[in-house]
Structures are given as C-alpha cells and as structure tokens.
T-cell receptor, first 114, second 115 residues
Framework: QQQVKQSPQSLIVQKGGISIINCAYE??????FPWYQQFPGKGPALLIA?????SEKKEGRFTISFNKSAKQFSLHIMDSQPGDSATYFC?????????????FGAGTTVTVRA | DTGVSQDPRHKITKRGQNVTFRCDPI?????LYWYRQTLGQGPEFLTY????????KSRLLSDRFSAERPKGSFSTLEIQRTEQGDSAMYLC?????????????FGQGTRLTVV
C-alpha cells in the first residue's frame, strides 16, 4: 500500500513554462517531505524539502507548497528548462518518531520541450 | 568524491547465484538505508542501520536477503539464490541523525539483472 500518492504520472511542458506535481498522504505522523530528482541510470538526488510548520519553501526555480489540513503538497518548477527533464519523486518520513525511512510516491516523468 | 558510493554499478547474474553489493556512505553519516527500485516505480525501503545496528527490516526483505554494516562504516547487501523477480536497482542512502532530519543522500545504485 503506497503511503504517498503522486500525480500526474507524466507531464510535458514547454521551455519557460511551469511544471506542477502533486502529492497526497494519509498518515499524519509524517513530518518531513522531500522531493527527489532522478535522471535515467542515476540515483535520486535531493532537490528540496519542507516540514509541516511552513506552507511554502522556495529554492531557486523550485517551490514546495504544503497544505497540512488537506494533507497535500506540491512541487512547482518555474521557468522549466530542458535540463529539468527527469523523474521527480515526492517522499515522506516521520523524523519526530525516530522513523527515518522514506515512503516514496510513484514518480512523475517531466519532459521539457525546447 | 565525498558522496555515497555503490559497487558494482551493474551486475548480471544467473538465477540461483548469490550476489553481494557494497555501499560506502558519506563518512560522517551514522544512518544507512537500502532501497529497491523497479522500473517506473519509486524506491521501496528494505532495511536501515544506525551505526552498526540493523534497526528495521521491511517485509520485502525475504530470508534470502541479508545486510550488514560492520563497524558502522560500509554496508553490504547479499542476495542468495537470486530469482528473476530480484532484478531491480538497489539503492543505498545515508543521513546524519542528530539534525532531527532525514536529509538522505543516495548513491548511484547497483542495477541487478537476473537471467
């Protein structure tokens, strides 16, 4: 049973456009929500992460929006570039419960067209 | 390179053979994780070490799988009597515990193909 549900499965965006990926969770014990970027044949790379005490976090062109009451969070990629073409995974863990394993979503493949 | 290192990067083995993978975590990281990733899916947790102690094992980790982390440094994951269903990318990650956080950094993975 997947604890974090991610959508869409794939998306295509034009260069300069905005990519939006959504994730939802049920377990309210989750308190750390990272996003990972993965290129083919490579391991996932930590992109940005958020904790539920803030509603938004921005790092460069990447922004996480977090809605605690709805148990949803999303990744926005602004000014998408061809180099952003990759698979993105949301994840969650329960650090305060000393449970640090990550539960991943199924991934979203982003294709940025030049 | 001070990141998480995994060896080998690729392994092709015949069904029924044993294989062993190695992971060298980031040097100051006390937590080490193994995950498995199949095509088109997110990584799935297998097991976790804090220092040399194996603290949790997923039900995905059948009795054919064993992991060790001697002296709390590198870790090995062994699969005995491999099956075709074991074909996957095996990922190792490490993190530093006291930050209350779980910024886990992944290695490049070992791609296992069982033929």
């Amino acid at each position: 049973q997947q604890q974090v549900k991610q959508s869409p499965q794939s998306l295509i965006v034009q260069k300069g456009g905005i990519s939006i990926i959504n994730c939802a969770y049920e377990n309210t014990a989750f308190d750390y929500f990272p996003w990972y970027q993965q290129f083919p044949g490579k391991g996932p790379a930590l992109l940005i992460a958020i904790r539920p005490d803030v509603s938004e976090k921005k790092e460069g062109r990447f922004t996480i929006s977090f809605n605690k009451s709805a148990k949803q969070f999303s990744l926005h990629i602004m000014d998408s570039q061809p180099g952003d073409s990759a698979t993105y995974f949301c994840a969650a863990s329960k650090g305060r419960s000393n449970d640090y394993k990550l539960s991943f979503g199924a991934g979203t493949t982003v294709t940025v067209r030049a | 390179d001070t990141g998480v290192s995994q060896d080998p990067r690729h392994k092709i083995t015949k069904r029924g053979q044993n294989v062993t993978f190695r992971c060298d975590p980031i040097s100051e990281h006390n937590r080490l994780y193994w995950y498995r990733q199949t095509l088109g899916q997110g990584p799935e947790f297998l097991t976790y070490f804090q220092n040399e102690a194996q603290l949790e094992k997923s039900r995905l980790l059948s009795d054919r799988f064993s992991a060790e982390r001697p002296k709390g440094s590198f870790s090995t994951l062994e699969i005995q009597r491999t099956e075709q269903g074991d074909s996957a990318m095996y990922l190792c990650a490490s993190s530093f515990g006291d930050r209350g956080g779980v910024e886990a950094f992944f290695g490049q993975g070992t791609r296992l193909t069982v033929v």
